[in-house]
T-cell receptor, first 112, second 112 residues
Framework: GDSVTQTEGQVALSEEDFLTIHCNYS??????LFWYVQYPGEGPQLLFR???DKEKGSSRGFEATYDKGTTSFHLRKASVQESDSAVYYC???????????WGSGTKLIIKP | DPKIIQKPKYLVAVTGSEKILICEQY?????MYWYRQSAKKPLEFMFS???????DNQTASSRFQPQSSKKNHLDLQITALKPDDSATYFC???????????FGSGTRLTVL
């Protein structure tokens, strides 16, 4: 079955550091890929999505490029801020399925 | 104004009791979902509904019963509550199956 793998359970950075959170997927065809962010006490919210190979999604300084060759959708940000502290989820959807397949989430901690 | 309303925000119940979690969405979406989040499983899909019909059920226990009285309502009835049911329950909706999910702020359930 389809799956999403996030290798980092937690990432600790200082302000202005470069962020990479890895996301690899396994699915047939062309799934739609998502990044969601969840702040404490809130539900997850969409950061951005991408639907085709080489498409770049971006929002609030975060970006990721759909790479079908390496089956990846890695999240990057050039300079993190304290306000970016949250849990980030990679997810995929295929064939209008009513169930998104979620990664295990990566908690981003910004050190003071 | 929040577009997905979940009530109550916090809920405390005793073991063996029954509770209903309320969800209403005002986004005009056709699909609605329930997710559960706990320390053991970061984000766990439970149910999906489309046009008030059950599309997918990933909850093993029949103690969890979704109820859809209107297209924009999807309540969750939980019977014979157990301490292991303690979690935050999120309602979500999307325009169509496989589309971008929009989450409510959750109901935090504690079973004593």
């Amino acid at each position: 079955g389809d799956s999403v793998t996030q290798t980092e359970g937690q990432v600790a950075l200082s302000e202005e550091d470069f962020l990479t959170i890895h996301c690899n997927y396994s699915a047939s065809g062309y799934p739609t890929l998502f990044w969601y962010v969840q702040y404490p006490g809130e539900g997850p919210q969409l950061l951005f999505r991408a639907s085709r190979d080489k498409e770049k999604g971006s929002s609030r300084g975060f970006e990721a490029t759909y790479d079908k060759g390496t089956t990846s959708f890695h999240l990057r940000k050039a300079s993190v801020q304290e306000s970016d502290s949250a849990v980030y989820y990679c997810a995929l959807s295929s064939d209008s399925n009513y169930q998104l397949i979620w990664g295990s989430g990566t908690k981003l901690i910004i050190k003071p | 104004d929040p577009k997905i309303i979940q009530k109550p925000k916090y809920l405390v119940a005793v073991t063996g009791s029954e509770k209903i979690l309320i969800c209403e969405q005002y986004l005009g979406h056709n699909a609605m979902y329930w997710y559960r989040q706990s320390a053991k499983k970061p984000l766990e899909f439970m149910f999906s509904y489309s046009y008030q019909k059950l599309m997918d059920n990933q909850t093993a226990s029949s103690r969890f019963q979704p109820q859809s009285s209107k297209k924009n309502h999807l309540d969750l009835q939980i019977t014979a509550l157990k301490p292991d049911d303690s979690a935050t329950y999120f309602c979500a909706s999307s325009e169509t199956g496989g589309g971008t999910l929009y989450f409510g702020s959750g109901t935090r359930l504690t079973v004593l």
